[in-house]
C-alpha cells in the first residue's frame, strides 16, 4: 500500500551531538602552551616541535651554557699555560745574603744554576744541596721571591780553631772542617795532631777531637784552677792535654768530659794534701783513672 506525503509540515531542526560521527573527520586544532611547544595535527602524543620567537628553530639554553664554559675553560687553559712557560715568571734576578769577603757571590749564583728557569719548576732542592755542598757553606736557605726572583741566604764556616799536622796550621771550624790553609787567629784553640799528610779544604779531620778539645778548652780553667798549654791528637790515643803547671791528662775520646775532669781534679787535691807528685793521669777508663 502507498502512502504519500503527510500533509503535515515539520519544522527543520539541527541536532548536536555530542559524540562524533563514525567515519567523520576529526578538525584539527591547534593549542598553545605556556612552553612554546604547540602539538600539531593528530601527531603522536609526546612528539613536539620547538618554535622560536619569529618560527624558526632555536637553541636550547643549555647548549649555549655548555659552550661558554667551554670557552672559559680554553681561555684558562692557554693563560696558564703562557704564565708556565711565558717570559714573565723565568728567574731574572738571584739574590745571595750572608756571605763576607772570603766566598764570592757569584760562585753561589753559578752554582745554583737557576737563572731563566721557570718560578714554577726551578728545582730549589737541587740547587740547595749543591751549594750546601762547597766547602765553606755551613747552612744554606733558597726562597722563591715572585713574580721572578730568588732569595739565597748563606751561612759560612766560620773559623774556630787552627789544626796543625805534617807542619802544616790549617783554620778549621767548630766541626772540624778545613776552611783555610793558613793557621787561625790568634788566641784560638790549637790542636796538634800527629798523623801524617796533607789536608785539603773541605777535609773534616777527627770531630772527637775537635769536640773534645773545645770542652776542655772551655771548662779545664774553672775546674783544675789551671789554663790550657797545648791539645793533641794522638793517633791510637786520643786527645792529650798539657796544662801550663805541667800535667798531663789523656783523654782519649769526647765522651764524658765533665766526668773525666772531675776525676782529674780529685786527683790533684788529693796528691796536694798527701804531697804526693805525678806528671800524667791517663782518664780513658772511667772511675779507674791510672796516675803516673
Known amino acids: ?36 611547544v604547540v602539538p600539531i595535527g593528530d601527531a603522536p602524543r609526546g612528539r613536539e616541535v620547538v618554535i622560536g620567537d619569529a618560527g624558526g628553530f632555536s637553541i636550547p639554553r643549555q647548549w649555549i651554557v ?32 750572608g756571605l763576607d769577603s772570603r766566598l764570592p757571590a757569584a760562585q753561589i749564583v753559578e752554582s ?41 741566604t748563606i751561612a759560612e764556616r766560620q773559623p774556630w780553631g787552627t ?8 783554620t778549621i771550624d767548630h766541626t772540624g772542617v ?28 777527627d770531630y772527637q777531637a775537635v769536640d773534645a778539645a773545645a770542652e776542655i778548652y772551655k771548662q779545664l780553667p774553672a775546674v783544675l784552677g789551671t ?3 797545648d ?11 798539657t796544662t801550663a803547671d805541667g800535667q798531663v791528662g789523656l783523654f782519649g775520646d769526647s765522651s764524658s768530659i765533665d766526668y773525666k775532669l772531675a776525676v782529674w781534679a780529685a786527683i790533684r787535691k788529693q796528691a796536694q794534701a798527701d804531697n804526693i807528685q805525678y806528671t800524667s793521669v791517663d ?8 796516675v803516673q
Not at 183 to 188: D, I, S, T
Open 231 to 241: 791539645v793533641s791528637f794522638v793517633a791510637g790515643k786520643g786527645v792529650q792535654v
Open 1 to 36: 500500500m502507498l502512502r504519500g506525503k503527510s500533509s503535515r509540515n515539520w519544522p527543520r531542526t539541527i541536532v548536536r551531538r555530542s559524540q562524533p560521527v563514525i567515519g567523520a573527520t576529526r578538525p584539527r586544532r591547534a593549542s598553545t602552551h605556556s612552553e612554546g
Open 66 to 97: 655548555l659552550a661558554v664554559l667551554a670557552l672559559l675553560i680554553i681561555v684558562v687553559a692557554g693563560g696558564g699555560m703562557y704564565a708556565w712557560q711565558g717570559p714573565y715568571f723565568k728567574v731574572d734576578d738571584v739574590s745571595v745574603r
Open 112 to 152: 745554583a744554576g737557576l737563572y731563566d728557569k721557570s718560578m714554577f719548576t726551578a728545582d730549589l732542592s737541587a740547587a740547595q744541596q749543591r751549594i750546601a755542598a762547597m766547602p765553606l757553606v755551613e747552612s744554606v736557605k733558597i726562597e722563591r721571591a715572585w713574580p721572578h726572583s730568588i732569595d739565597i
Open 178 to 205: 778545613v776552611i783555610a790553609k793558613t793557621p787561625a787567629p790568634a788566641g784560638a784553640p790549637v790542636i796538634k795532631s800527629s798523623e801524617a799528610g796533607n789536608r785539603e779544604i773541605g777535609d773534616r779531620v
Open 283 to 290: 782518664l780513658r777508663f772511667g772511675n779507674r783513672p791510672v
Open 163 to 170: 789544626w796543625e799536622q805534617s807542619g802544616v796550621s790549617y
Open 227 to 229: 789554663t790550657v798549654s
